[in-house]
């Protein structure tokens, strides 16, 4: 056998919704570990990331998504399209079931059809859970499942198809249920982003020194998004298929703590205020991830300090203000 002149085929990744907070911290981590990267974004979005080849597509409409999963043939899918906000999914419930449910299942008939081989990564979430007591934290892949929003609901329908489709092709479909993550670039509508933008806006003289707040008294899992991407490459390189996996730090935090945190990296003096648009119709008081699974099946661990992200984060909104006036 010639020995010179092989050369193992680069693999293929698509990252599907990739023009969100996640997809261009995935679409660096896959270019970084040797991958060809393609992204599709959707038709009134700009992708800013690194990316091998781009497609326009909307999950809702499966005619495009077998045309795309056609034309691309990947070894590897990341689905991170979403309606992803559960405050918005209260108000448009409609819509959040036909991104997450309806595109979901487009995309697995899709690979049944046109990629039978290629490795899914389905991306759910920790709120697919619901509420659990002090005592059943850590929360291990086995709890059951109790969703309190439409946005779990649709996660959590996600997640049983997703084994539905393993189970019955024996498709390579692996889910996660990722805990919040964080860092530069999230939109606002999410805590962290908001409060550390605010406090750049007060900073900057742009807003009044008062920080609007919601329920503070919440506990989340908080991890950096760039440990979370690196989960999410790991666990398509060595995932067992038909398994779900939490992806998040192990700790659960306040999001009072984390307001605390925000405030003390700043020298302006910002009274904080409750603003009742913030509160939602139902919020689980506490998510703390076990993370053994991943770490067992894969050597994942998160590694970033909460405490670097959050400073990432407010230096981001500092600079984004400066930016834009
Ligand atoms: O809603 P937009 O305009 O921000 O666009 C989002 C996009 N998206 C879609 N893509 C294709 N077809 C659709 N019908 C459709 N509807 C929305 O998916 C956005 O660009 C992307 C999701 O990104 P983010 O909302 O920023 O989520 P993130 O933080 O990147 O999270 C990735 C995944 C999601 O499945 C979350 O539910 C999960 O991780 O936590
Ligand atoms: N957004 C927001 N704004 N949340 C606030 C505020 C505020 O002013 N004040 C308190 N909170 C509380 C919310 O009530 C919730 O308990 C917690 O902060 C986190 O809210 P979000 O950052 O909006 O995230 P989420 O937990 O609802 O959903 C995120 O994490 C999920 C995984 O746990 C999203 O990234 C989802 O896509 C993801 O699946």
Redesign the pocket.
């Known amino acids: 056998m010639p020995m010179t002149g092989t050369r193992t085929k680069k693999k293929t990744a698509l990252i599907i919704g990739a023009a969100g907070f996640v997809g261009n911290y995935l679409a660096q981590e896959l270019k970084s570990a040797g991958r060809s990267v393609l992204v599709t974004r959707l038709q009134n979005e700009r992708y800013d990331g690194f990316c091998d080849g781009e497609y326009c597509l909307d999950v809702t409409d499966a005619e495009s998504v077998r045309s795309v999963i056609g034309q691309a043939r990947p070894d590897e899918i990341y689905h991170l399209a ?1 309606q ?4 918005v999914s209260w108000k448009k419930p409609g819509l959040t079931v036909d991104v997450n449910i309806r595109g979901a299942v487009n995309l697995l008939e899709a690979v049944r059809e046109c990629a039978a081989d290629a490795v899914v990564l389905l991306i759910g ?3 697919e859970y619901g509420a659990v007591t002090p005592e059943e934290c850590p929360i291990k892949e086995e709890h059951p499942t109790h969703p309190k929003n439409i ?1 779990a609901m649709t ?1 959590a329908a996600q997640n049983m198809t997703g084994k539905l489709y393993c189970d019955a092709y024996g498709m390579k479909v692996r889910m996660v249920r ?4 964080f860092g530069p670039g999230q939109a606002p ?4 982003s ?2 550390c933008r605010q406090v750049a806006e007060i900073e900057s003289g742009a807003r009044q020194p008062i920080m ?5 008294d ?1 506990k ?1 899992d908080f991890t950096d998004v760039r440990d979370i991407v690196r989960a999410y490459r790991m666990l398509a390189e060595s995932g067992v298929d038909g398994a779900t996996y939490n992806v998040g730090s192990g700790k659960a935090v306040s ?1 009072r703590d984390m307001l605390d945190t925000i405030l003390s990296l700043s020298t302006a003096q910002i009274s904080v205020e409750k ?1 009742p648009l ?1 509160l ?1 119709p139902s ?2 008081p506490l ?1 703390c991830a076990d993370i053994g699974r991943i770490s067992r099946d894969v050597g994942w661990h998160p590694e970033i300090p909460r405490e670097e992200t959050v400073l990432a984060t407010l230096d981001y909104w500092r600079s984004e203000i400066k930016k834009n006036g």
């Open positions: 979403a992803s906000s559960v405050a979430s920790a709120e946005y996660k990722a805990f919040n993550h509508q999410f805590v962290i908001d409060f609007k707040v919601g329920n503070l919440a989340r999001i603003d913030r939602r919020d689980v998510h």
